[in-house]
């Protein structure tokens, strides 16, 4: 069964810093990765999705990656803002059962 | 990519009652998925619906409780039976494309059992 991991739980940075979120999963069977930001009591914005057969995605000031044989992803986020504060969700697309697993997500606050 | 309504946005409920969300998308799904965000907790699957077929739920959500409706390729209902405080999350639905298996998320509703 997929298990995927989001390291660190919570983070506080002042504006201005870069930082990089962290995501593992254990089965590096996927077809995808996605990374979603999440803001208090909303529904899901999809930020980057991967493919497999892709090592990294950038959109903007967001890059992340993917190295899928040792089943981790990063997240960076450069020069951060107070309003990219949100939670960030990293979830994969098992190949098998068309099944979405969702780490516990890292909430973000950027101070000004 | 597709667009997804979800109503009500929002609801407060009394205990013992049961509410109906709606998903509406805008192009003709296969597959659409309902999801239960519990206060600070990550995302899980409660059920998928495929137009034509029973919903398929996951360990743990019953029809019950959730009974599901896919009656077209463009709209799906989840009820929450019964309702509990514990009932109290954020419900989302989505969909998923048929190319590349990425899913797109509604807004979500957020409920609230008193």
């Known amino acids: 069964k997929q298990e995927v991991t989001q390291i660190p739980a919570a983070l506080s940075v002042p504006e201005g810093e870069n930082l990089v979120l962290n995501c593992s999963f254990t089965d590096s069977a996927i077809y995808n990765l996605q990374w979603f930001r999440q803001d208090p009591g909303k529904g899901l914005t999809s930020l980057l999705l991967i493919q497999s057969s892709q090592r990294e995605q950038t959109s903007g000031r967001l890059n992340a990656s993917l190295d899928k044989s040792s089943g981790r992803s990063t997240l960076y986020i450069a020069a951060s803002q107070p309003g990219d504060s949100a939670t960030y969700l990293c979830?994969?697309?098992?190949?098998?059962?068309?099944?979405?697993?969702f780490g516990g997500g890292t909430r973000l606050m950027v101070k000004p | 990519s597709a667009v997804i309504s979800q109503k009500p946005s929002r609801d407060i409920c009394q205990r013992g009652t049961s509410l109906t969300i709606q998903c509406q998308v805008d192009s003709q799904v296969t597959m659409m998925f309902w999801y239960r965000q519990q206060p600070g907790q990550s995302l899980t699957l409660i059920a998928t619906?495929?137009?034509?077929?029973?919903?398929?739920?996951e360990s743990g959500f019953v029809i019950d409780k959730f009974p599901i409706s896919r009656p077209n390729l463009t709209f799906s209902t989840l009820t929450v039976s019964n309702m509990s405080p514990e009932d109290s999350s954020i419900y989302l639905c989505s969909v998923e494309e048929p190319r590349g298996n990425i899913q797109y998320f509604g807004a979500g509703t957020r409920l609230s059992v008193l």
């Open positions: 979830a994969v697309y098992n190949n098998a059962g068309n099944m979405l697993t």
């Open positions: 619906a495929n137009q034509g077929s029973e919903a398929t739920y």
